[in-house]
């Protein structure tokens, strides 16, 4: 085993197969993050990723197909579930589903739910790994779980070191933010558990507003859940206007800071930008972090869940 990861690029599509393939582990480039990626259907491979990660047991891993018709044979769909896939796939949308019984999935995949979180990723890297394997990919954020996630091939290499021996090197990520999670419930509402890039009126466009369920019971059913994660080591302070001392202040708009989100406002620029902000923050001189705040319309919400998460302590 390298003591060190070894990032390369597409033509290391094969040896990331052959990885796979042996019940190994791979980073893999996403639109959205990059990811931990194990063949799905092993319990050998799904509990690396759990023990590489230090992820809990009880928090479900999204799974990768390459399209629709993969998801179909691995959870029960309907009307909506295809309208969404129709409209979104390839995208950053994760779809919970109702696992089906004879599912080829190891049962950690669901961390012990009757349900499965699919996904069907559009960044060309991944997209090509999914069309040279003939299983489905579980792939959870390639870092330390709760910690920062990577949007870059560095930070999976600082954050996992040789435990992610090859990282599919597919340059930053687009979106920056993992993928927004809507859950199909059985009475016909629909529930978004985790904001994304795919905003809730996107959704509701398709699926209906006057069908979206209340908020649930705060059980763990999705990833991206826990009321704290994706956070830096240094504590955190929100809605910061100017830094007090002993703090990396992370600007937007007006607020300059010592890095910004976006110096002009834009809010997609923020969500490609806030791990790489967060990264540069914590790798900072300075003890602590504030954060400027950021507005919660369209895409906001997403960022702001984040942010939240990420100062929980």
Not at 125 to 153: D, H, Q, V, W, Y
Not at 277 to 298: F, K, S, T, W, Y
């Amino acid at each position: 085993m390298a003591t060190t990861p070894r990032i390369a690029g597409e033509e290391a599509l094969d040896e990331a197969v052959a990885i796979l393939r042996g019940g190994g582990i791979v980073a893999v480039p996403t639109e959205t993050v990059y990811g931990l990626a194990a063949r799905a259907d092993s319990d050998a491979a799904v509990a690396a990723v759990y023990r590489v990660k230090g992820r809990p047991s009880f928090n479900p891993l999204i799974v990768h197909v390459r399209d629709f018709a993969a998801a179909q044979a691995l959870a029960e769909t309907d009307e909506r579930a295809a309208a969404l896939a129709e409209a979104l796939w390839p995208g950053a949308l994760t779809l919970v589903l109702p696992r089906r019984a004879d599912a080829a999935l190891a049962p950690a995949v669901s961390a012990g739910l009757p349900t499965i979180a699919l996904r069907c990723p559009a960044h060309p890297l991944m997209r090509a790994l999914l069309e040279r394997c003939e299983f489905p990919l579980a792939a959870p954020s390639a870092n330390k779980s709760g910690a920062i996630s990577p949007t870059e091939p560095a930070h999976v290499a600082v954050s996992l070191g040789a435990a992610a021996p090859l990282i599919l090197d597919g340059a930053r990520c687009e979106a920056g933010l993992e993928s927004t999670i809507v859950a199909l419930r059985g009475d016909g509402r629909w529930e978004v558990l985790r904001p994304g890039p795919i905003d809730r009126e996107r959704i509701s466009g398709i699926l209906g507003a006057g069908n979206e369920a209340v908020a649930s019971s705060g059980a763990i059913e999705a990833p991206g859940q826990l009321a704290g994660h994706y956070a830096p080591v240094k504590p955190l302070r929100l809605g910061a206007v100017a830094p007090e001392p002993g703090e990396f202040l992370i600007g937007f708009g007006e607020i300059a800071g010592d890095t910004t989100l976006s110096a002009s406002g834009d809010l997609a620029e923020a969500a490609a930008r806030l791990y790489r902000c967060l990264h540069e923050a914590d790798a900072a001189p300075q003890p602590r972090i504030a954060v400027a705040p950021v507005p919660r319309e369209g895409i906001g919400a997403a960022i702001n869940d984040r942010l939240r998460r990420a100062a929980v302590r």
